[in-house]
């Protein structure tokens, strides 16, 4: 399995609205995954109202703009009722089959816990084995 990062990954910072657009691509077997972060971000943050569109990636700097810095900060500012989403984005993978040079029918975008880890991809390979059958 080949693991490589298209825009770098705090794993400090593991929930999908730290990211936008296409965050990691892995290889395996015939296979290419590539997970980004995608979908509009809208939210009030201590009052201030932040717009975070077309996979920017923005929403980061709105957050550290209002002292957040990481999932820990963000879980507890959004338990303080401090962040409001009117909506967020989300991780999706897309999937490639380099044998039959297509991509992979039927999965338009397959979510799971907005969650990435960047030192475990062994979830792959029984994943795939699950939605190829």
Do not use: C, P
Not at 39 to 56: E, M, P, Q, S, T
Not at 63 to 91: H, Q, V
């Amino acid at each position: 399995m080949k693991v490589e990062w298209l825009q770098y990954f705090d794993n400090k910072r593991k929930e999908s609205v730290w990211y936008g657009g296409e965050l990691v691509k892995i290889e395996f077997d015939h296979y290419v995954i590539t997970i980004g972060a995608y979908g509009d971000i809208r939210a009030y943050i201590n009052d201030n109202y932040y717009v975070d569109k077309n996979n920017g990636g923005n929403f980061a700097n709105y957050l550290e703009e209002e002292g957040i810095y990481n999932d820990r900060e963000l879980y507890k500012a959004i338990g303080e009722n401090r962040i409001e989403f009117e909506s967020n984005n989300w991780f999706e993978a897309i999937i490639w089959d380099t044998e039959k040079k297509e991509w992979v029918s039927g999965i338009d975008g397959v979510l799971w816990d907005n969650q990435l880890n960047e030192n475990d991809f062994s979830w792959v390979e029984d994943w795939l084995k699950e939605i190829m059958n």
